[in-house]
């Protein structure tokens, strides 16, 4: 049988929504409902995407109702679902941490032991406090946790973090770093031969749109006698193509570096003589 469709859960409405349907679209995937319904079938790719609540998606993936989904580690850890983690999606990007009032010296992880936390990370709390043994009251409670110092209710928080800003306009304090989190592809653990291909479709589009994100196109002019030079400088994905240009002592090179590296890369090749550098986004980039 070829007709198996991969059925792909994503969060309805949320922080990890836009990006997990950008993702697909970056894949050249297509859906038929225009508007989001629970339940909307690609046109061009066997996949069915499911719009959940993030915190049900890795039971639905562990149950098989959904093949694959998309969703933070941090949910993942705490849900403890039984799925396995195919690949790390790079946005969503945030920590799980243990936070105090500001005026609150801070004494090492020590100072958590008799003390009350509030958190919607009881999971994943109550694993951290036993592995540096210590005890502590978890508060779980379901939103709006930083407020919990403020009104009482705790003498710190266990939350998610991005910038920081919420934990400042609250008077806390970042003291512990429990966890780094980002968005995640997990996958059920007893796929289908026939499902575990379209998986593998899938990654294949995704790898190569990480690939291409992660790198540059770069084009410059090198005199000819410092082709070699330059070239060392250029770590492409083979070797740089090297074109003549009108006038015989200049050439024209062509490479790809990465996202990262390409500022450093830029200032040596200016001092090695490049002229004319142009770094050009790429598209796709199959590796
Ligand atoms: O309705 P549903 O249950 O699906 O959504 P949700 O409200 O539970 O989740 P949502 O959409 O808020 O977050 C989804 C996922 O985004 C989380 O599980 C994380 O993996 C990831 N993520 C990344 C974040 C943050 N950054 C983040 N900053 N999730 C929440 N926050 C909150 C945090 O809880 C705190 O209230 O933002 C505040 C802190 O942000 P800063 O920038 O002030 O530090
Ligand atoms: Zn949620």
């Known amino acids: 049988m070829n007709n198996e469709i991969l059925r792909i859960a994503i969060q309805k409405s949320g922080r990890l929504t836009e990006k997990s349907m950008q993702l697909l679209s970056d894949c050249g995937i297509q859906l038929q409902n225009g508007k989001r319904k629970l339940l909307s079938p690609a046109t061009n790719f066997p996949l069915e995407i ?24 941090n949910v993942l850890l705490e849900e403890q679902a039984q799925v396995n983690t195919v690949l790390e999606l790079g946005f969503a990007q945030c920590r799980l941490s243990l936070a105090i009032p500001k005026n609150e010296i801070y004494t090492g992880v020590d100072y958590w032991e008799g003390k009350k936390i509030a958190t919607t990370y009881s999971n994943i709390l109550k694993k951290y406090l036993a592995e540096k043994n210590i005890k502590a009251d978890i508060h779980a409670i379901s939103g709006s946790v930083e407020i919990a110092p403020s009104i009482g209710l705790a003498e710190g928080v266990c939350d998610l973090v991005s910038t920081g800003s919420t934990l400042l306009s609250n008077g806390l304090k970042e003291v512990e770093v429990i966890l780094k989190s980002q968005a995640v ?103």
């Open 50 to 73: 499911y719009f959940l609540r993030d915190d049900d998606i890795p039971q639905y993936v562990e149950d098989g109702v959904a093949d694959v989904g998309i969703l933070g580690e």
């Open 185 to 287: 592809l997990v996958a059920n653990q007893q796929l289908s031969p026939q499902k575990q291909q379209i998986l593998a479709q899938l990654l294949f589009r995704i790898r190569a749109k990480q690939a291409a994100a992660n790198n540059k196109y770069i084009l410059l002019n090198a005199p000819n006698d410092k082709i070699d030079e330059i070239c060392a400088l250029l770590p492409g994905m083979k070797s740089p193509s090297i074109l003549p240009l009108r006038n015989s002592n200049w050439s024209s090179l062509h490479s790809v570096v990465q996202e990262q590296a390409f500022w450093d890369i830029i200032d040596k090749l200016k001092a090695a003589g490049a002229e004319g550098i142009l770094v050009i986004p790429i598209e796709k980039m199959i590796v």
